[in-house]
């Protein structure tokens, strides 16, 4: 097993965590509000060196960090991608990019009766009527991927009329009463915390799928900014 440090920016909760042979050991979180999400992650500095002096106080060597890839805030998640690089580039260490939207679901799945047939949309703020959103199965497989979603009654009405679909994530609220299906559940309280990164981004390091230190952007600022609408990136 290894040790990671996990930091998490993508909403106005900023989180840090440390993980050692699969369990947390440590983790740390701060709110703000909700239409100040850079707020949080101004704390992110102090955050990040009590986790450090934590681990170094145990003599406990790091082996990655792995940060939220987005989508999410511009400011977030540029604030804590850069925190992420400067300590990989610090310390040498490999650097792992975990999904928003595949984050959001790891508390669902380890803390709520999801039937076994149920799909899990997670959603993301977007402002507006718009969400960012996919969608998995409880193996966490991709069957619809990220998109920039204008909800409405039809935008998930073919996986709704088939099976029941779980709703979660500070942009689901909103979209329920417009989705008003019999199969729509919302779950409401599920945040993208650093806590819970651990057992993607395990995975993911031992698998090997590291990022580029010098080269790696978040989901958000390389494949959405160019992309959306003007009014879907003001977040």
Same mark, same amino acid.
């Given at each position: ?9 993508? &909403? ?19 709110? $703000? ?11 992110? !500095? #102090? ?5 450090? *002096?934590? #681990?170094? *106080? ?7 960090v792995a940060v939220s890839g987005g989508p999410g805030?511009?400011?977030?998640? +540029? ?6 690089? !400067? ?9 792992? *990019? ?8 790891v508390p669902v799945l380890l803390r709520e009766q ?18 960012? $959103? ?9 069957v619809r991927s990220i998109q920039a979603d204008v909800? *409405?009654?039809? &935008? ?37 915390? $650093? ?8 995975? +993911?390091?031992?698998?090997?799928? &590291? ?23 003001? &977040?």
């Open positions: 097993m290894s040790c990671i440090l996990h930091i998490e920016t993508s &909403t106005a909760v900023c989180s840090v965590a440390v993980s050692e042979d699969a369990q947390v050991i440590y983790h740390e979180e701060s709110r $703000a509000d909700a239409n100040h999400h850079g707020a949080a992650a101004e704390r992110l !500095g #102090t955050m990040v060196d009590e986790a450090l *002096s934590f #681990t170094d *106080s145990h003599a406990i060597p790091f082996d990655a805030s511009y400011t977030g998640l +540029r604030i804590g991608v850069s925190m992420a690089k !400067g300590i990989c580039y610090g310390r040498d260490l490999k650097l792992i *990019s975990v999904p928003t939207l595949e984050l959001l679901c999801v039937p076994e047939d149920a799909l899990l949309c997670p959603m993301l703020d977007a402002r507006r009527m718009e969400v960012y $959103a996919a969608i998995y199965d409880r193996a966490l497989k991709p909800v *409405s009654a039809d &935008t998930y009405r073919q996986w709704l009329d088939q099976q029941p679909v779980y709703f979660f994530g500070n942009g689901a609220a909103k979209c329920m009463e417009l989705i008003a299906h019999p199969n729509a559940h919302l779950l409401e309280g599920v945040e993208p915390l $650093a806590r819970w990164m651990q057992p993607l981004a395990e995975r +993911r390091l031992m698998n090997g799928q &590291t990022e580029d230190v010098a080269y790696y952007e978040p989901f958000y600022l390389k494949d959405f900014v160019a992309k959306q609408p003007r009014n879907l990136l003001n &977040t």
